[in-house]
């Protein structure tokens, strides 16, 4: 009886102590997963390490020899500006290649049309206000690697050639994004936008300026610390049905309109490294 005894002891011991292996407390009698820790005044400290560059493991080590273990989390106190795998103080976790940041390296910059854009179908490429070639508008990138630029574009058609009846008469053009990378990246949006001349509304009323919008996002590869230039413009089509033929002509106004309620913008963002 005795021996039976000790050996239920024995046993239920090394269960109790399997249970407790298997899921641990901290700060709670009931974890809810292998480790839990609770407190309403303390946080966890993570290993403070200076890490030299995302891609490189050291100083962190793994105590049995060989890589680290995937999942390894750190804070890491340095901050480096190489322009390539840089580093900045924050927690980072190891994803078997390189350091994972638990926050968003970020680059944002944000660009935008100023005034309002007549265009017309004699002068060819027009410099979007505040956007085009002539504004000098640069961006230098503050990291190595993979950028996404937005342009965002409206466009409303001009007026329309008076009618006895309904007139509705479709405006087309483009729009010119060019990036100077070392080999420039030229982007073109075709945009359409209808007009209307309506008799039967008062004395005859001309519904212009119905713009749309659209976006366009590409993708490119920067250096960190080279500046790049670019510019927005816009090429509107011949418009027949428009008054002047889409241009304007003593009173006749048949020019489109860009950015008239809202302007046209670029956006350029860092995404992540090369």
Known sequence: MKKITTFLV?????????????????????????????SNEHGIVYPNVALTASNVELPVINP????????????????????SFDVEPGIYSWDGSRWITHFYVRQFKFYEQNAVLRPSSILG?????????????????????????????????????DSTNINTVQAKGDFRFTFNTP??????IDIKSYSTYNTHVGSGTQFSNTWIQTDKTIYVDLVGGQTYTFNLQF????????????????????????????????????????
């Open 64 to 83: 049995q020899g060989g890589p680290i273990a995937v999942g390894t989390t750190v804070y890491n106190t340095n901050t480096t500006n190489t322009g």
């Open 125 to 161: 490429w027009e410099d979007v206000p505040n956007l085009g070639a002539l504004s000098g508008n640069n961006f230098t990138a503050k990291y190595s690697g993979v950028y996404k630029i937005n342009i965002n574009v409206n466009y409303g058609g001009g007026e329309v050639i």
């Open 235 to 274: 090429n509107q089509d011949s418009g027949n049905g428009f008054k002047g033929n889409g241009n304007l002509v003593g009173l006749d106004d048949g020019r489109g309109y860009i950015g008239a309620d809202i302007p046209c913008r670029i956006e350029i963002s860092y995404i992540d490294e090369i």
């Open 183 to 188: 080999t420039p990246v030229v982007e073109l």
């Open 10 to 38: 024995c046993l239920a011991v090394f269960l109790l102590s399997n249970f407790c292996f298997a899921q641990v407390g901290i700060g709670t009698n009931n974890p809810k997963g292998i480790l839990d820790v609770e």
